[in-house]
């Protein structure tokens, strides 16, 4: 079956611009994780959805990042006047349960 | 504060041997262990994870031990593979959240020589 996609797999930006990146997660999955990874570090939690609840947005490093999840399903991370720092790979995972969380392959945004 | 560390950042061993991973934490309201592993350019896949009611859990030629005292969990491969050459992540899960976001340690390189 599918798979959690993401896109775009790659994401080149200049220093201050917006960006937006973009998951569907897997059918039926309620909840929805973003991640990031910066170069040599494990994953760093951001934002957790879990169908209608107020998500859980204790990761985000700043206000510049935001995230929506639309229907429930797909799920859009918005970084504002982007900053050399934000660039890393953001993976987003889905998962029926709390334990076993389904990876995209990720989006690496680099920041010039 | 890393409250999952992992603190070999690689490993090397001959195809056919045993790989031992380890990691420790420091919150002891983790309940859930994961491990993922990563290939290049893909997202991390999960692997065996063990709950805190148990020690020790088993799948195939993996098997995970989980040491509450000394807050140490592992990740034994035998016999190790080539194709098993990737990152390692080990990832904890905290049961006085309702979220079920994972708290991930930096990663193990492992690299299986033929």
């Known amino acids: 079956g599918a798979g959690v996609s993401q896109s775009p797999s790659n994401k080149v930006t200049e220093k201050g611009k917006d960006v937006e990146l973009r998951c569907d997660p897997i059918?039926?999955?309620?909840?929805l994780y973003w991640y990031r990874q910066s170069l040599g570090q494990g994953l760093e939690f951001l934002i957790y959805?879990?169908?209608?609840?107020?998500?859980?947005k204790s990761g985000l490093p700043s206000d510049r990042f935001s995230a929506e999840r639309t229907g429930g399903s797909v799920s859009t991370l918005t970084i504002q006047r982007t900053q050399q720092e934000d660039s890393a790979v953001y993976l987003c995972?889905?998962?029926?349960?709390?334990?076993?969380?389904?990876f995209g392959p990720g989006t690496r945004l680099t920041v010039l | 504060d890393q409250q999952v560390k992992q603190n070999s950042p690689s490993l090397s061993v001959q195809e056919g041997r045993i790989s031992i991973l380890n990691c420790d934490y420091t919150?002891?309201?983790?309940?859930?262990f994961l491990w993922y592993k990563k290939y290049p350019a893909e997202g991390p896949t999960f692997l065996i994870s063990?709950?805190?009611?148990?020690d020790k859990n088993e799948d195939g030629r993996f098997t995970v031990f989980l040491n509450k005292s000394a807050k140490h969990l592992s990740l034994h491969i035998v016999p190790s593979q080539p194709g098993d050459s990737a990152v390692y992540f080990c990832?904890?899960?905290?049961?006085?959240?309702?979220?079920?976001?994972?708290?991930f340690g930096q990663g193990t390189t492992l690299q299986v020589k033929p």
């Open positions: 995972a889905s998962s029926k349960n709390r334990e076993e969380q389904y």
């Open positions: 059918s039926g999955h309620t909840a």
């Open positions: 959805f879990q169908g209608n609840s107020a998500p859980d």
């Open positions: 919150n002891s309201m983790f309940d859930y």
């Open positions: 063990i709950s805190s009611i148990k």
């Open positions: 990832a904890a899960s905290d049961g006085s959240s309702n979220t079920g976001k994972l708290i």
